[in-house]
């Protein structure tokens, strides 16, 4: 697509439930981020994707956090057990590999909310 | 690590007031800097970018020049307008492979009429 989608763009949960969000990156680009932006903060990195392996993994918050990519295509964020204070924008962006110099192409977001 | 700093807001403006959000940040080697800007309810979006010493982004009327001697890289607008009511992000990367966008904490602009 001409973009990078995210879905659900909205997901309520109740506290200890499961939830899956779900990147679609731009075609070609081979570098997905997710990362976690908390209602009035910045944003936080979580995971990164070269391809479908993750060299890094350190942002991620707790074993209750795993991610993963099919191939170079959509990507996966699970989220085991929620927590309240997992409640969040979740986004994900994409890029070519080693073109820093041209950023990244940001999705719009998956709004989670923990009940 | 890298960091980027950029000053808190909420900055509040009228129209066609003059904008300036400061970044400074700190990084090993020589990073690329951009700013990004989230519209209200939307997601973030390139502003502009800046790859080396004393290169000057632009667009839409905003500019930032990348000041190595200061590590700084301060967003400016000559007269800003109701429709650039946003957050912006401050954010390097570094040179070295794929590592990460760092941003800054954003800061809130709101234009008045």
């Known amino acids: 697509g001409a973009g990078v989608s995210q879905s659900p763009s909205n997901k309520v949960t109740e506290k200890g439930k499961d939830v899956e969000l779900r990147c679609d990156p731009i075609?070609?680009?081979?570098?997905l981020y997710w990362y976690r932006q908390r209602l009035g903060q910045g944003l936080e990195f979580l995971i990164y994707?070269?391809?479908?392996?993750?060299?890094?993994k350190s942002g991620l918050p707790s074993d209750r956090f795993s991610a993963e990519r099919t191939g170079e295509s959509v990507s996966t964020l699970t989220i085991q057990r929620t927590q309240q204070e997992d409640s969040a924008v979740y986004l994900c962006?994409?890029?070519?590999?080693?073109?820093?110099?041209?950023?990244?192409?940001f999705g719009s977001g998956t709004r989670l909310t923990v009940v | 690590g890298d960091s980027v700093t950029q000053m808190e807001g909420p900055v509040t403006l009228s129209e066609e007031a003059f904008l300036t959000i400061n970044c400074t940040y700190t990084?090993?080697?020589?990073?690329?800097l951009f700013w990004y800007v989230q519209y209200p309810g939307e997601g973030l979006q390139l502003l502009l970018k800046?790859?080396?010493?004393?290169d000057k982004g632009s667009n839409k009327g905003f500019e930032a020049t990348y000041r190595k001697e200061t590590t700084s890289f301060h967003l400016e607008k000559g007269s800003v307008q109701v429709s650039d009511s946003a957050v912006y992000f401050c954010?390097?990367?570094?040179?070295?492979?794929?590592?990460?966008?760092?941003f800054g904490k954003g800061t809130r602009l709101s234009v008045i009429a």
């Open positions: 962006a994409s890029s070519y590999p080693g073109q820093q110099g041209y950023g990244y192409t």
């Open positions: 075609s070609g680009h081979t570098a």
């Open positions: 994707f070269q391809g479908n392996s993750a060299p890094d």
């Open positions: 990084a090993t080697g020589y990073p690329s």
């Open positions: 800046a790859t080396k010493a004393d």
């Open positions: 954010a390097l990367s570094g040179r070295s492979g794929n590592t990460p966008l760092v």
